[in-house]
């Protein structure tokens, strides 16, 4: 038995063929952990109570003993803290006696980590973390991760289909903020990019956001909210050689101009803060939009953070407007989910200086119109409209807002009574050709939700792994399924990172989704954006405007859509190369 002693993981192991684990930090007393009458997930039929016994409470992994010459004993090791980003931070370390084999649990998947000619006897644990393992003649030796770098820059190279893929090691103690720049080489396109942020608290995942890279703008606004229970946070990325003077003020629900200031950010530097903290100095209830102006291009991210039952920190990505740009009357979210847990929020941001009047519109998956809400938003303010959620079923579809507004959605899923996840969504642009980077394997699962704008059917192509299928969307409809769900696609075997193409002869909206089960077998989603074929390469120069590492935050950053070859730099706030640990 294991009690690790920064909480929030136990362990039992059984010499039979069994090996349980938990994570949400206590064990049943005096819980049926199946003992005699199951091994792990074996009914021995040993009795004295059948196997169709209710209250039996099974493994979260179990592998079969089998004998001297295999596996043969289950021994206990430990949750990986360590600060040398040897192992996946939160990963549980174990062997077999016999077999010499190490094993690795993480996110409730069980691994083969090493082969080795061992015989484990126990393993052990310094003050910073690390781990060793012990051989019964009396060696003892370090895990060690032969591929973990330690840099402030990643090259990168990609091909037409593929992706670079990069995470740090979940290792750091102390939290690293700043920003990451992507730079193409000479000649080349610069490719499209994901940052998804993940929070672990208490050795289990929280939330998962998905930011798309974005190039600098001049001026944007952003949906703004402060409360008991949620705030949002705002980084701001100066990649110039010159200081950004940048001017802000916040907007209520009224129309009200408030809390107007200026701050200056040097050279290569960034600043990041909620906004009730300085520079921006909120106040601590806001409902309306955060709108800034600079004397040059700066990277913008906005991220909503919200404090769930357990006091759990959930976060959502919120879309930074381009207040330079002139938005279409008529746009779609892609997806959404009412009932069984689910509800849905639309939140509408104002980029001009006028009173907007508008509808929106769920749509179902077979295009008929469920609801119309009408809506005013005032000038440069913000308003929201939100599903009712009392379903017990649940009703899934697409949603289509008419008047020139930025829109984005906020999905959330409850639990026996716990917000356990929410997702920020933006609209997206129809288009004929899109590119998404897609996961397949352990506790993820990569989804897409394609919308059908047009009075008429139309067949929608996906390209994989050198997979070819088609589906069908009706007219106004929608589907919206997991890759491995898809005809033609399910046989993809996990695990499998890459790209997914979907294409069409009339425009269509995509998303794309990232579940992740979490430790406690609760489903986390994010948005991931896609890549629109038909969108300018631009510029070869792209930010990342804030990163998260340490103190329970990890990052992986995520490059597709384009063949192209260059580097990503990471810079703390004050514009230094952060050396950052890489898996």
């Known amino acids: 038995m294991v009690f690790e002693i920064h909480g929030g993981f136990h362990s039992i192991g059984s010499l039979g063929n069994f090996m349980l684990a938990t994570s949400d930090k206590t064990l049943t007393q005096g819980g049926n952990y199946g003992w005699r009458v199951w091994e792990g997930t074996v009914c021995t039929g040993l009795g004295p109570a059948p196997c169709s016994a209710p209250g039996f409470i099974a493994p979260i992994a179990d592998y079969i003993n089998t004998g001297s010459d295999g596996r043969c004993a289950i021994i206990g090791g430990y949750v990986y803290r360590g600060t040398q980003a040897s192992l996946p931070y939160g990963a549980y370390i174990y062997g077999d006696l016999c077999s010499g084999e190490i094993f690795m649990l993480k996110d409730g998947v069980q691994t083969v980590l090493l082969n080795t000619a061992l015989q484990i006897s126990s393993f052990g644990e310094d003050e910073a973390g690390e781990l060793f393992v012990l051989d019964l003649n009396g060696s003892i030796f370090r895990l060690v991760n032969p591929d973990a770098t330690n840099a402030a820059e990643r090259p990168y190279a990609i091909g037409d289909t593929g992706a670079f893929v990069t995470s740090t090691a979940e290792a750091a103690s ?3 903020v700043g920003y990451a720049r992507i730079r193409a080489d000479a000649g080349q396109s610069i490719p499209s990019g994901l940052a998804i942020f993940a929070l672990q608290q208490h050795g289990v995942l929280v939330s998962e956001a998905s930011v798309p890279a974005s190039r600098p703008i001049l001026a944007g606004r952003v949906f703004a909210e402060a409360g008991p229970d949620v705030n949002t946070g705002i980084a701001l990325a100066n990649p110039n050689d010159q200081p950004a ?7 209520d629900v009224n129309g009200t101009d408030f809390g107007a200031g200026t701050v200056t950010i040097p050279p290569k530097q960034q600043v990041a803060a909620f906004l009730n903290q300085p520079p921006f100095n909120g106040t601590n209830s806001i409902f309306g939009t955060f709108t800034f102006t600079s004397s040059v291009s700066v ?9 769930n039952d357990r006091g759990e920190f959930l976060i959502t990505t919120l879309p930074v407007v381009d207040i330079g740009i002139t938005l279409p009357e008529s746009t779609t979210i892609a997806h959404f989910a009412d009932g069984g847990g689910w509800t849905t929020q639309i939140v509408l941001v104002n980029p001009s200086d006028a009173v907007v009047n508008g509808n929106v519109q769920f749509i179902s998956r077979a ?9 005013t938003v005032r000038p440069r303010s913000a308003t929201r409209v939100a599903t009712a959620g009392s379903g017990s079923s649940v009703q899934t579809g697409s949603v289509r807002i008419l008047s020139a507004v930025s829109a984005f959605s906020i999905f959330a899923l409850r639990s026996s009574g716990v917000t356990v996840t929410q997702a920020g969504m933006p609209t997206a642009a129809a288009g004929t050709a899109f590119q998404t980077y897609v996961e397949i394997g352990g506790a993820i699962r990569s989804g897409i939700a394609i919308a059908n704008p047009s009075s008429s059917a139309v067949d929608v192509r996906l390209d994989l792994a050198g997979r070819t299928t088609t589906l069908s969307i009706p007219p106004n409809g929608q589907t919206a399924l997991f890759v491995d769900e898809v005809p033609g696609l399910s046989d993809l075997a996990g695990p499998f990172q890459g790209v997914l193409r979907i294409s069409a002869a009339t425009p269509v909206a995509v998303t794309a989704l990232r579940g992740h089960t979490n430790q406690r077998g609760e489903f986390l989603i994010t948005a991931t954006a896609p890549l629109d074929e038909s969108a300018r390469a631009g510029n070869p120069d792209l930010l990342f405007p804030h990163f998260a590492e340490g103190a329970g935050y990890s990052m992986q950053f995520i490059l597709f859509g384009r063949a192209a070859s260059g580097t990503i730099s990471f810079f703390d706030q004050a514009g230094n190369p952060a050396s950052l640990a890489f898996r």
């Open 367 to 375: 295009g008929q119109i469920i609801q119309t809400m009408p809506y």
């Open 245 to 251: 003077i940048v001017s802000f003020y916040l907007t």
């Open 174 to 176: 102390v939290l690293s």
């Open 299 to 307: 990277g913008a991210i906005a991220l909503r953070g919200f404090t």
